[in-house]
Structures are given as C-alpha cells and as structure tokens.
C-alpha cells in the first residue's frame, strides 16, 4: 500500500493550492483519512481528517480557509487551501487508515509529503 501525495508548491499569500493523496496498492477497505503538516523545527500537526462517511475535522488554525473531502471511487483525499498565509508553510503529509483484507486491524498509512511554501 502506498500513499502519493501531489500539488504543493510556491504561492503568494492570499493564494491558493490543491492537495492531492492517492492510495494504491492491495487493500480493503479505507476508514478516516486526514492531512498533517510540519513547518521547519516544529512538530508535525493536524490540519484536518475525513471520516469513511465524509464528516471533516480541522485544527483551528485552518478552520474557514481549508477544506478537506474525498473520492473513495479514486481512493484519494484532498486539501483545498484557500486564503493561504506565511505561516502554512511546511511539508504537509497525507495518512490514511487501510485495512489490507477483512480480517486485519485498520492501520495508518503515510503519504512522502509535499513542500507549500507561502511567501511573496
């Protein structure tokens, strides 16, 4: 299984940016899916998770400029990043809980990470 995380990039603030995360590989099902993000000496944070029904979570910081959904007919998430500002910039990371087969626990997945840098 494998996450793929895609869209990041240099924007100026006030801008917007596009997340994408694709899982692929052999599995059963995907429970709650969700993106973090670490800025440069920090540690890695919330931004917002997805329930296998589609009900959102955000940190707070994000809350009303950030909008996450999914497609589980492409098994992928997306962060929508509006209104973006300098201090969103980090590596930001999609996770995902994947059961292999029917019989396993869900456990969590991590996508390599994409860079939004944030800065005029």
């Known amino acids: 299984v494998q996450l793929q995380a895609s869209g990041g990039g240099l924007v100026q603030p006030g801008g917007t940016l596009r997340l994408s995360c694709v899982a692929s590989?052999?599995?059963?099902?995907?429970?709650?899916m969700g993106w973090y993000r670490q800025a440069p000496g920090k540690q890695r944070e919330l931004v917002a998770t997805?329930?296998?029904?589609?009900?959102?979570n955000y940190a707070d910081s994000v809350l009303g400029r950030f909008t996450i959904s999914r497609d589980d007919a492409k098994n992928t998430v997306y962060l929508q990043m509006n209104s973006l500002k300098p201090e969103d910039t980090a590596v930001y990371y999609c996770?995902?809980?994947?059961?292999?087969?029917?019989?396993?626990?869900?456990?969590?997945?991590w996508g390599q990470g994409t860079l939004v840098t944030v800065s005029s």
């Open positions: 590989g052999s599995f059963f099902s995907i429970n709650a």
């Open positions: 996770n995902a809980h994947i059961r292999r087969n029917a019989i396993n626990y869900y456990r969590p997945y």
């Open positions: 997805i329930t296998s029904d589609g009900s959102p």
